[in-house]
């Protein structure tokens, strides 16, 4: 009954190729979001949807892509995987556009070799 | 643009005796400020949030934060540490510009280590 689920739960994969991380919510949020929390545990926003809608991109490569076939799903897909893409990729969701109810997923861990 | 400062990158404390983490943000409205919990190989786990109303707010754990507008503070505190506390808290902030969510700033995190 989880909320938040994300899958795969780790991801090894070699560099130069292209990985999709997927991103299911059912607690029928109106925004779900992508954070990147590097080697050193920073955690920073990558992206969020609002009712299918990018509402903000910040300055990541754009061999990351975010895909949202409906409200209770964003994937992430990324091309041509560098070293440095390796790090753990949260999904998260709330229940509106103002934050509330903020729930993370478990993480993806992405090692890129 | 918001930001979120933890000056602790560590933290020592007894198993029993008292823990306070720093919390500094910078944001010009009324903030959304958040306190999470990360055990290693874990997920974030939401101990407490402060959205409006009254400034002392209580969490899961035993866990309780201040939030002090005339300092631009949101300390974390537990009157007394248990070993399992240990793990990677981070204090963030949620912002709302009207347009839409502009989702969280987190802070670096504060290790927190139990001593026996």
């Known amino acids: 009954d989880t909320a938040v689920s994300q899958t795969p739960k780790y991801l090894v994969t070699q560099m130069g190729n292209d990985k999709s991380i997927k991103c299911e919510q059912n607690?029928?949020?109106?925004?779900m979001y992508w954070y990147k929390q590097d080697s050193k545990k920073f955690l920073k926003i990558m992206f969020s949807y609002n009712n299918k809608e990018l509402i903000i991109n910040e300055t990541v490569p754009n061999r990351f892509s975010p895909k949202s076939p409906d409200k209770a799903h964003l994937n992430l897909h990324i091309n041509s995987l560098e070293l440095g893409d390796s790090a753990v990729y949260f999904c998260a969701s709330s229940q509106d556009h103002r934050g509330r109810s903020y729930t993370f997923g478990s993480g993806t861990r992405l090692t890129v070799v | 643009a918001q930001s979120v400062t933890q000056p602790d990158i560590h933290i020592t404390v007894s198993e029993g005796a008292s823990l306070e983490l720093r919390c500094n943000y910078s944001?010009?409205?009324?903030?959304?400020l958040f306190w999470y919990v990360q055990s290693p190989g874990q997920g974030l786990q939401l101990l407490l949030k402060y959205f409006s109303g009254d400034t002392l707010v209580q969490g899961i754990k035993g866990f309780e934060a201040e939030f002090k507008r005339s300092q631009s503070s949101f300390n974390l505190r537990k009157p007394s540490v248990h070993w399992s506390d240990a793990a990677e808290y981070f204090c963030a902030v949620g912002s709302y510009s009207g347009g839409g969510a502009d989702g969280l700033t987190f802070g670096k995190g504060t290790h927190l280590i139990i001593q026996p």
């Open positions: 607690l029928g949020h109106d925004t």
């Open positions: 944001y010009g409205a009324t903030p959304y």
